[in-house]
């Protein structure tokens, strides 16, 4: 699998942009990049993906760097039920090991602030 | 439309019981994926099942096992509990293919005392 690397936690003020970046430099071709969030012993909640298009939802925007090897999740305007720790990862369909399944890193533990 | 339904939502065995957990994937769903996270810890994967099949093991012994049913929904058994598989355990399901979503269900928390 392709690793992540992201922060280990951010801060955000209620009602501003929240921009959650992910470095993905080993990134392969068939390699999509996605977006989860787990508010405290809940079940993760998908976000949004994306393979090498930028990508918009009624949740979010993934912007992914030309070169695959980063991107960033937007949040555009952060509630206070944000609050939550964000996971990037990137996820092989070509076979393999990795085939079928997500592996979660530590990700990003957004904290939004009033 | 019903999302992913685990159930127990809670569970507590005692050490050297068997545990039978159960998922139902969203309709039309054929793929389900199942995961353990320890307290204060990653999700780890498990299994992966489509179509009836086990199609990707993680890193477990062979005490933790799995099926899935015709009709695509799953059950996770767990034998020879130990201490240290208390943990929630979560199943999520997807249709099959790449650029597809999963969507998680909320969760069964087992205890082994």
């Known amino acids: 699998d392709a690793k992540t690397t992201q922060p280990p936690s951010m801060d955000c003020a209620e009602g501003r942009a929240a921009n959650l970046p992910c470095n993905h430099s080993t990134i392969s071709g068939n390699e999509y990049v996605y977006w989860y969030r787990q508010i405290h012993s809940q079940g993760p909640q998908y976000i949004i993906h994306g393979l090498k298009n930028n990508e918009t939802n009624e949740m979010a925007s993934l912007i992914i760097t030309e070169d695959r090897k980063s991107s960033t999740l937007i949040l555009p305007h952060a509630t206070l039920r944000d609050t939550a720790v964000y996971y990037c990862?990137?996820?092989?369909?070509?076979?393999?090991?990795?085939?079928?399944?997500?592996?979660f890193g530590q990700g990003t533990i957004l904290t939004v602030h009033p | 439309e019903a999302g992913v339904t685990q159930s127990p939502t809670h569970l507590i065995k005692t050490r050297g019981q068997q545990a039978t957990l159960r998922c139902s994937p969203i309709?039309?769903?054929?793929?389900v994926y199942w995961y353990q996270q320890a307290l204060g810890l990653g999700l780890q994967f498990l299994l992966w099942?489509?179509?009836?099949?086990?199609?990707n093991r993680g890193n477990f012994p062979p005490r933790f096992s799995g099926r899935q049913f015709p009709n695509y929904s799953s059950e996770l058994n767990v034998n020879a509990l130990e201490l240290e598989d208390s943990a929630l355990y979560l199943c999520?399901?997807?249709?099959?293919?790449?650029?597809?979503?999963?969507?998680f269900g909320q969760g069964t928390r087992l205890t082994v005392v």
């Open positions: 309709s039309g769903h054929t793929s």
């Open positions: 099942y489509d179509e009836g099949e086990e199609r």
């Open positions: 999520a399901s997807s249709l099959a293919g790449p650029n597809t979503e999963a969507f």
């Open positions: 990862i990137v996820n092989r369909y070509a076979g393999g090991t990795s085939y079928g399944k997500l592996t």
